[in-house]
């Protein structure tokens, strides 16, 4: 009851990548940087299970940037010519590569962090992987001139790559869609459609993540603007209960999502967040416990899992493991309470 698990990213060392970015400079090339990749993911794989997690993650060491490590490793993308784009409805100017032919994938995309990871932990292995819809709103498009139809190549191959990372033997693929709480219409016309091409087939667990983004200032400024009560998920939970997908990641605590919405994820477990990622303060076992406890009115108890609003990626070491631990320890807490 009440596994532990983290939403996807956490910060790289200082000796990997630029700290406290959201697409940081790698501070090495070549088989140094491999290297280096490969020590950070041993070295957070160690760190959640010390901590006490029950699902362990890759944290994200391997990629720069959540959309476009995958990105890199697609056919048709120009990478060399970069333009400067408002992502998320123009919350904030990106560097996005440029769609300038038939997408198709050059090779396997996380076949070396995912295998590492799997050779190194026996506790549940989540992997993630962007979505569709959130790809699509991360790089220019100059070749489709349709967003239903370059969202649709590129669920075909995540889904050859979700396949691939199933069989080096992870047990949950996540696909990240905080596009999902932007576009919400476009989110329950084809988004969904979309994340189920890219989850078809695999018989492993399967997820998706949907938030309002790292605590970086343009989220948090942005949330300013959306009012007392966030009811984006509204729109979008019909269609993914719905869903073959089998678990919903969502932003919970010190946040406005009023939480009765999550009664229209009946039947899917939920990944409820209890960590605040947008302030260093460390959440203590007891809210943390209170939060699994509210939740607990609208989530079946063996349908929660305690989660992290969002990934860690942009915050300090140091912040991030006292956050894992006390994630833990709150689950912990929650078992005790509500466990008979
Ligand atoms: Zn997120």
């Known amino acids: 009851m009440f596994e532990t698990a983290i939403a996807g990213s956490l910060p790289k060392p200082a000796w990997l990548a630029e700290t406290e970015k959201l697409w940081p400079q790698w501070k090495a090339q070549g088989p140094e940087l491999q290297q280096a990749k490969a020590d950070a993911t041993l070295l957070w794989i160690k760190a959640q299970e010390d901590a006490g997690l029950d699902v362990i993650g890759d944290g994200e060491q391997a990629r720069q ?14 990478f060399e010519h970069k ?12 560097q996005v590569p440029q769609v300038v032919a038939p997408l198709r994938l050059k090779g396997r995309v996380h076949a070396f962090e995912a295998q590492l990871a799997r050779k ?22 100059r070749y489709y001139g349709d967003k239903v139809k370059m969202a649709m190549a590129f669920a075909e191959l995540l889904n050859q790559e979700a396949l691939a990372l199933q069989a080096d033997g992870v047990d949950i693929i996540q ?12 989110a329950a016309d084809w988004g969904v459609a979309a994340l189920e091409v ?22 948090v400024d942005w949330k300013q603007t959306l009012g007392e009560q966030w009811r984006q998920y ?21 946040s ?10 009946e039947g899917k477990q939920v990944m409820v967040g209890v960590i605040d990622v947008a302030s260093d303060t460390i959440e203590t076992p007891e809210e943390i416990a209170d939060t699994i406890g509210m939740a607990l009115q609208y989530v079946a108890k063996d349908k929660l899992i305690a989660c992290t609003n969002c990934g860690l990626a942009p915050m300090s070491r140091e912040v991030a493991m006292a956050k894992l631990e006390a994630l833990a320890q709150g689950a912990a807490l929650a078992r005790q309470r509500y466990g008979g």
């Open 65 to 78: 940037h959540f959309v476009h490590g995958f990105v890199e490793h697609v056919e048709g993308i120009d």
């Open 83 to 94: 333009v400067t784009m408002g992502i998320r409805n123009n919350r904030y100017d990106a």
């Open 120 to 141: 190194h932990t026996k506790k549940k292995l989540k992997f993630t992987l962007p979505g569709p819809m959130t790809i699509v709103d991360t790089v220019a498009d």
């Open 175 to 186: 696909f990240d869609e905080p596009a999902f709480n932007v576009y919400m219409q476009d």
């Open 198 to 219: 890219a989850a078809r087939g695999l018989t492993c667990t399967t997820a998706v993540h949907i938030c309002y983004g790292y605590g970086i200032k343009a989220n």
């Open 234 to 254: 509204e729109q979008v939970f019909p269609a993914l209960a719905k869903s073959s997908i089998d678990q919903v990641s969502l932003e919970c605590f010190h």
């Open 256 to 265: 406005h999502v009023p939480p009765e919405l999550m009664k229209l994820l």
